[in-house]
């Protein structure tokens, strides 16, 4: 069993910084790619950012500059620095990972509970 237990969260004014972490625990032999996504409300999950094993990191356009996504393999956890926040970044935050349990096993995509952002104008 995998367990992804994000941190970080919280209210912050306009213009402010957070950081996430998600720390992914449990019986892993490896894990991929972890990424970030987030959820507003009344709307559809959406990619934050994303970073593979060797560290080649995406971004949604809306959080390019502003947000930096990196990555402890040792410890198994994922970090999203979010810089000038803007009261749009407002939503749920989601940690996701593809884990592989063995090495004879395919690779699963993993969630953490999410992590609440909220930022005021």
């Known amino acids: 069993q995998v367990q992804l237990v994000e941190s970080g969260g919280g209210l912050v004014q306009a213009g402010g910084s957070l950081r996430l972490s998600c720390a992914a625990s449990?019986?892993?032999?490896?894990?991929?790619?972890m990424a970030w996504y987030r959820q507003a409300p009344g709307k559809q999950r959406e990619l934050v950012a994303r970073?593979?094993?060797?560290?080649?990191?995406n971004y949604a356009d809306s959080v390019k500059g502003r947000f930096t996504i990196s990555r402890d393999n040792v410890k198994n956890t994922v970090y999203l620095q979010m810089n000038s926040l803007k009261p749009e970044d407002t939503a749920v935050y989601y940690c996701?990972?593809?884990?592989?349990?063995?090495?004879?096993?395919?690779?699963?995509?993993?969630w953490g509970q999410g992590t609440q952002v909220t930022v005021s104008s």
């Open positions: 970073i593979t094993s060797d560290s080649s990191t």
């Open positions: 449990g019986s892993i032999f490896s894990i991929n790619a």
């Open positions: 996701n990972a593809e884990v592989t349990l063995t090495i004879a096993t395919l690779p699963f995509s993993s």
